[in-house]
């Protein structure tokens, strides 16, 4: 009894402590990963709206340069043009007339 009490016990402080210390220590040597990806997710972001709120399609992204601009948030944003009509049938061609009886 005194055994699985003593179990116990330890089970449930030093669990609870272990991942704590697990999440802190992950946090520690991960952080400068972490605040790397959430500048990249943030910078790509700005990006983003920058270009879907520029006329035309806007310029190059970073460290892109300008762009030619044209087709880009713009022609996103317009709807699909009408499908092309069928081509018309092929006439038939037209039987020869009959030979003149001479």
Known sequence: MKRSLVIAVLLFTLLPGCTFLGWWLA???????L???????LAADILNARAAAAPNGGGGGAGGGGGEGGNGAAAAAAPDPAPASPP???????AAPPPAAA
Do not use: I
């Open 27 to 33: 946090r520690k040597f991960f952080q400068e990963e």
């Open 35 to 41: 605040e790397r990806y959430d500048r990249g997710r």
């Open 88 to 94: 018309a049938p092929e006439p038939e061609p037209e």
